[in-house]
């Protein structure tokens, strides 16, 4: 596998392009804590522990990206579920599991070819050239310094390269391509003609006695739910928008965040593994690298040859055992501890690890560097605003939550406070929700103290570091509209019934006269070829009843009802078969292949899963939780 990553690595990371920069949904892999003996811990993987933190990061990182895509459809509480919570933590033992196989196999993506990649997305080009200020705009909506987000790409960038060497193993058969090109593209020579329900509205009629007894059979369709009308006022950082940084504000948090504005230490290493196996015992390997070692102690210039021809990591040997760059806590920890103890230039004597001994020569170092202040004094000043409007926000929460509750009757002094807009909504049903009105508010808005006493309700969490508190202005209760109000569409619908089902019946007695070489009503148009590939303006379902009829029964005639009610009486004249290229059918293979890849993907992660070990501490987040008495006793 590590063979076929390395074999078609740059190929690869154009596949893996496609996914990762459109989305932007980027999550490091490789950041997670060895030793933990937290009771906070969900999940254990391997010797590694996947924490309460770990969990809360991923499930907002989830919340950010779903908040970016749905907009007002998005609802907070979404993932507050036994089985949302199950789920976050299975992916976060998958890319667990991904980054233990990753660093076990030595893999790495360099820092030039993830740049290279940022430089050719299609997102941040304009004009067909790469824009400085596109990528820039990406960082501040990601809150990211460009070295986070293209160390995070090339952790994703490894990640994917690793599933990818697995979707390549998936086949598919030529029988089966085959018989998907001819179900695809079978031909079908075909008129028709149309029997619109609108030809019958005119002839159908509805009387009192009938819409009276639809009215009377289906009330629940004309009820109107209760609901109130509400205002609210909501406190949140971004009520603290106008805080700003002074100098000394800007210096003193550049000097205690320098880490943030560093370039991490990068070392290039290269290695000799001599691989502990079947065939060579512990003993034998030790030997075999002490004298490779003694080799290049007398001579480090034959490293390269000696790699190539002695090393048992095919990938880097037929690159002399060239590993690129790579941070600290990217490899295993053996490894990682003797490149970063010693200084460029040095050859280090063999060092075991769980697949063998190496030998390692260090080529380059990278040391750490920080950004000057100029450079970074945009950044640090959106970052401190955010810092300080939480901060602003932490201070003042208690004292928002007070007053609510102690100025009930109205939210004009609270409003007044802080500086808040005064919102209002109207129609609020018991089933209404959006992205600030959640369940916990309609709970509130219907309890008696607000919907009957029109007092605040208390401040609610509804987002994180978000309060919100409302009040009700207009309580209307559920009513049914009377028959009066609503007979003029009921009229309406059962006259289209009555049409739809009249097109039907038109059309089934017109293909009874063409099956017994009879004239039908309609006329048909011209013929034409159509196949599932090459529907034509045909719909879907006109397409499918075609192609139903037996091939070596026709001509014959046939028809269908479409959902907007129109009746097609269709004449299947002939069919053909399409014979596939051999292109044609690699394509069909390639195809299936892809669409067989995912189960396969998922088997490969499953493997290391059990490979590495995994165990979930915590009853409530297995999948099928269900709570007992004793878990939701008061």
């Known amino acids: 596998m590590l063979q076929a990553f390395r074999t078609h690595k740059r190929w690869m990371?154009?596949?893996?392009?496609?996914?990762?920069?459109?989305?932007?949904?980027?999550?490091?892999?490789?950041?997670?804590?060895?030793?933990?003996?937290?009771?906070?811990?969900?999940a254990t993987v391997g010797d590694t522990s996947i924490t309460?933190?770990?969990?809360?990061?991923?499930?907002?990182?989830?919340?950010?990206?779903?908040?970016?895509?749905?907009?007002?459809?998005?609802?907070?509480?979404?993932?507050?579920?036994?089985?949302?919570?199950?789920?976050?933590?299975?992916?976060?033992?998958?890319?667990?599991?991904?980054?233990?196989?990753?660093?076990?196999?030595?893999?790495?993506?360099?820092?030039?070819?993830?740049?290279?990649?940022?430089?050719?997305?299609?997102?941040?080009?304009?004009?067909?050239k790469f824009s400085t200020e596109a990528y820039q705009q990406f960082l501040n909506s990601m809150g990211k310094s460009d070295e986070q987000f293209v160390l995070e790409l090339r952790r994703d960038l490894t990640r994917q390269m690793l599933l990818s060497a697995v979707s390549q193993t998936t086949?598919?058969?030529?029988?089966?391509?085959?018989?998907?090109?001819?179900?695809l593209t079978e031909e079908r020579t075909i008129r028709t003609f149309e029997i619109k329900p609108t030809a019958f509205l005119k002839s159908v009629s509805v009387t009192d006695a009938e819409a009276q007894s639809y009215y009377d059979q289906n009330k629940s369709l004309f009820a109107v739910p209760e609901s109130v009308d509400i205002e609210y006022v909501v406190l949140s950082p971004e009520s603290y928008k106008n805080i700003k940084a002074s100098e000394d504000d800007i210096k003193t948090f550049y000097e205690q965040n320098l880490q943030r504005f560093s370039t991490p230490e990068e070392r290039r290493a290269s290695h000799i593994l001599i691989a502990v196996n079947n065939e060579k015992t512990d003993a034998d390997a030790k030997k075999e690298a002490d004298e490779i070692y003694k080799q290049l102690q007398a001579d480090p210039s034959k490293f390269a040859q000696l790699a190539k021809s002695k090393s048992a990591d095919p990938g880097s040997a037929r690159q002399g055992g060239d590993l690129g760059f790579f941070q600290k806590g990217m490899m295993v920890p053996e490894f990682d501890n003797a490149v970063f103890s010693g200084k460029k230039g040095d050859l280090i004597a063999p060092v075991k690890?769980?697949?063998?001994?190496?030998?390692?020569?260090?080529?380059?170092?990278?040391?750490?560097?920080?950004?000057?202040?100029?450079?970074v004094r945009a950044e640090i000043e959106a970052l401190y605003q955010q810092q300080a409007a939480i901060r602003a926000f932490a201070e003042d929460a208690e004292n928002f939550s007070n007053m609510v509750y102690e100025q009930s009757e109205s939210l004009q002094p609270v409003a007044e406070r802080f500086g808040l807009k005064i919102q209002t909504v109207?129609?609020?049903?018991?089933?209404?929700?959006?992205?600030?009105?959640?369940p916990n508010v309609i709970e509130a808005l219907y309890g008696f103290d607000v919907l009957e006493d029109k007092r605040n309700s208390n401040a609610i969490e509804v987002a994180s570091n978000t309060l919100l508190s409302a009040r009700v202005t207009a309580h209307h209760k559920q009513t049914v509209k009377t028959f009066d109000e609503v007979k003029g569409d009921i009229v309406a619908t059962l006259k289209n019934q009555k049409a739809t089902e009249a097109a039907r019946a038109q059309g089934s007695a017109d293909i009874a006269k063409l099956l017994d070489k009879k004239s039908a009503s309609g006329k048909?148009?011209?013929?034409?070829?159509?196949?599932?590939?090459?529907?034509?303006?045909?719909?879907?379902?006109?397409?499918?009843?075609?192609?139903?009829?037996?091939?070596?029964k026709l001509p014959t005639y046939t028809g269908v009802q479409t959902q907007d009610g129109s009746y097609f009486v269709i004449e299947v004249q002939s069919s053909k078969k399409i014979e596939a290229s051999p292109e044609q059918l690699a394509m069909r293979k390639a195809e299936l292949a892809q669409l067989y890849s995912n189960p396969e993907q998922a088997a490969f992660i499953s493997g290391l899963e059990t490979k590495f070990g995994t165990q979930i501490l915590k009853d409530e987040y297995k999948p099928g939780y269900q709570p007992t008495d004793e878990d939701i006793a008061p």
């Open 171 to 183: 086949q598919a058969s030529n029988t089966v391509a085959q018989r998907i090109h001819d179900l």
């Open 353 to 375: 690890t769980q697949f063998g001994y190496h030998i390692i020569k260090i080529v380059d170092v990278k040391p750490a560097q920080a950004k000057p202040l100029k450079e």
């Open 52 to 128: 309460m933190m770990d969990f809360d990061n991923a499930k907002r990182q989830y919340l950010d990206n779903f908040r970016r895509q749905m907009g007002q459809s998005f609802k907070p509480n979404m993932l507050d579920t036994a089985e949302a919570r199950a789920s976050i933590l299975a992916a976060l033992i998958s890319d667990r599991a991904i980054s233990l196989e990753i660093a076990s196999e030595y893999m790495n993506v360099g820092e030039a070819d993830a740049i290279n990649l940022v430089k050719q997305a299609p997102a941040f080009q304009r004009d067909g």
């Open 524 to 552: 048909f148009g011209d013929k034409t070829v159509i196949s599932r590939e090459r529907p034509g303006a045909y719909a879907y379902e006109v397409v499918t009843a075609a192609l139903r009829p037996d091939a070596n």
């Open 13 to 42: 990371m154009f596949i893996a392009m496609i996914f990762i920069i459109p989305s932007f949904v980027v999550t490091g892999i490789y950041s997670y804590n060895r030793m933990s003996d937290s009771e906070n811990d969900l």
């Open 426 to 438: 109207k129609n609020v049903t018991r089933d209404f929700e959006d992205q600030l009105i959640n």
